[in-house]
């Protein structure tokens, strides 16, 4: 019989509700390096959301004002500006983005998302 998750042996995982994407790890315990390799791609999120909203990405891209290869391409890349995925973002009708860093000390500091205007501002 396999004892029991306790906190100490989480492990980094991606967990999907309703669209929401966290990762889970032990209190106060930095993820190890090869757990944070683990997590998703951006652009495989970025299309797990647009899916999980019911979207196609011609109909993303009416609401971005860019082509459907667009979406794609944006879907496909790894590297992204944090404005180009706020825009997606804003088209897909997220409220809020927050963003984090956590230091390897356990350290976790907000960093501010500017948004400039919203999808109804447009």
């Known amino acids: ?3 029991p998750n306790t906190d100490d042996d989480r492990r980094d995982r991606f967990i ?3 669209g929401e994407f966290t990762v889970r ?3 106060g315990k930095p993820p190890l390096p090869s ?3 683990k997590s998703p791609s951006t652009a495989k999120v970025l299309g797990t959301l647009r899916r999980g909203r ?9 609401r971005m004002g860019v082509d459907q290869g667009a979406i794609s391409r944006l879907e496909r890349r790894e590297d992204h500006k944090i404005s180009t995925v706020l825009d997606y973002l804003d088209a897909l009708d997220v409220a809020d983005v927050d ?5 390897n000390n356990g350290e976790t500091i907000a960093l501010p998302l500017a948004r400039a205007t919203t999808r109804e501002a447009k």
Not at 54 to 62: I, M, R, S, V, Y
Not at 99 to 103: A, G, I, K, N, Q
Request: hydrophobic residues 30%; proline residues 8%; aromatic residues 4%.
């Open 16 to 18: 999907s509700r309703d």
């Open 35 to 37: 757990q944070r390799r």
């Open 1 to 3: 019989m396999t004892p």
């Open 25 to 27: 790890r032990a209190p």
């Open 54 to 62: 019911k979207l196609t990405q011609t109909e993303l891209a009416d």
């Open 99 to 103: 963003l984090s860093v956590t230091f």
